[in-house]
């Protein structure tokens, strides 16, 4: 994972001079939400942001606490609000943490990469990210930190937390990974970032894995009840992982993946893996634009969608 580890930022459209957090940079003003080391965290990373049904901006993020290294170690989920357009921000609080969980210490109970989802609909909010129990010393993609199975014991977890009141108040963790995964695959996990609402109320959260043989997927998991159930798709393509969703215009969904194949391919062929899909991931198409419209460093994306009328 290739992520700014340093500063968290927002990108905003107005800079406000008179806030000393404000870039001066008139081209690309920014909003330092938390620095490096704020709030005892040593590193913020994996941000995703949202915008709430009644304005409210909301930013979820790792909150790594003694390193900036990946699974396993002592991470929660943080959040933080701004109610006024991302001029001031609320101070970081974990909104998904497994504690001592087994009587083990933090550092065996991690939680990282979340995804955020706002319900249209509903104005419900989910967060989504994976837990790792016990496995010290590995990674939840190699050296064992995730394997075959639906126990913690053996395999990283699918968790969510859910919001009713616009992020002030979340439920505690839910556990979907039995719901979700093949009890084959290695792991199966939400890919970082944003989930979509879609123009029929459809919920459609990015994810990855790695399957029966250990070969790494991405592909897409949706609910038509609003959360109440949950259906994980059949994988879009091979040798990708941490995607992002959008819903195009005559309803199909498109995946925009970070390709692992891309660490030895440095030529034109290099690019983001775009696959496209018309019928929740039963089957998916190639697009056009596949290896063609973004060279990338084998890292996470984001994806935006925008209708012209």
């Not at 993020?61 to 002592?74: F, G, I, N, V």
């Not at 001592?100 to 995804?115: A, H, I, M, T, W």
């Not at 059949?234 to 970070?258: F, I, Q, Y």
């Amino acid at each position: 994972m290739i992520r700014l580890a340093f500063n968290f930022f927002v990108i905003i459209g107005i800079a406000i001079c008179s806030q000393p957090s404000f870039s001066a940079d008139k081209d690309r003003p920014y909003v330092v939400i938390h620095r490096q080391g704020d709030f005892g965290c040593h590193t913020f990373r994996i941000p995703g942001i949202a915008r709430t049904k009644t304005g409210t901006l909301l930013a979820v993020y790792d909150m790594r606490y003694t390193s900036r290294r990946d699974l396993q170690a002592h991470i929660d989920i943080g959040l933080s609000r701004s109610t006024d357009g991302g001029q001031t921000w609320e101070s970081p609080r974990p909104i998904m943490d497994m504690g001592e969980f087994g009587g083990l210490p933090q550092d065996q109970n991690g939680c990282s990469d979340p995804n955020i989802l706002i319900d249209t609909t509903t104005g419900d909010i989910f967060v989504t990210a994976l837990w790792t129990h016990a496995k010290p010393g590995t990674h939840q993609w190699r050296e064992g930190g995730s394997e075959p199975g639906i126990d913690p014991a053996q395999s990283s977890q699918f968790m969510a937390v859910r919001s009713h009141d616009d992020g002030k108040t979340w439920t505690q963790p839910e556990n979907w990974t039995s719901q979700l995964k093949n009890p084959e695959w290695f792991l199966f996990a939400p890919a970082p970032g944003n989930g979509i609402t879609c123009s029929s109320g459809l919920l459609v959260i990015p994810t990855q894995g790695r399957d029966a043989a250990g070969t790494p997927f991405s592909n897409l998991t949706w609910s038509n009840n609003h959360g109440k159930t949950w259906t994980a798709s059949s994988p879009a393509r091979s040798n990708t992982t941490e995607s992002a969703v959008v819903e195009l215009s005559d309803g199909s969904l498109m995946l925009n993946s970070r390709d692992n194949r891309n660490r030895q391919d440095k030529s034109e062929t290099n690019g983001r893996a775009v696959s496209v899909t018309s019928d929740l991931g039963r089957h998916w198409t190639i697009h056009e634009s596949d290896h063609k419209a973004l060279p990338e460093p084998v890292c996470m994306a984001s994806l935006i969608s925008h209708r012209f009328d």
